[in-house]
């Protein structure tokens, strides 16, 4: 039987750069050792978690682009810690579904999604 959902593989030209800049914008990231090749989006030990993979190794995943669904506490603090780094980034808006959210893309064209 099924236990907990593992991740999410994607995979990435540019997996270090792409660390980098969830580590921007305030996304947890969990690398082991210097190895970029394999690094987490959220933390792996208790919870579901994005896995990246290094493209230029194992080839690109062919699912295509993905919308990744953070939470924040303030969204229109996180939004003016964002924008303060030097990331483009609309403010936060309202949703069809009546909440806020904040959405921007990473490096590799990924949707992350801030509410």
Not at 17 to 29: H, K, M, R
Not at 65 to 73: G, K
């Amino acid at each position: 039987m099924i236990k907990k959902l593992s991740c999410v593989n994607i995979t990435s030209k540019d997996p270090k750069g792409l660390a980098e800049f969830y580590q921007t914008i305030g996304i947890p990231v969990f690398v082991q050792g210097c190895d970029y090749d394999g690094w987490f989006l959220g933390n792996p030990e208790n919870e579901g978690s994005i896995c990246v993979w290094d493209e230029n190794v194992w080839g690109k995943a062919n699912g295509g682009y993905i919308t990744m669904v953070f939470d924040a506490e303030d969204l229109q603090a996180t939004y003016e810690e964002i924008k303060s780094k030097g990331i483009t980034i609309d403010p936060p808006k309202q949703a069809d579904w009546r909440g806020q959210e904040l959405t921007l893309k990473d490096p590799d064209g990924n949707i992350v999604m801030i509410l």
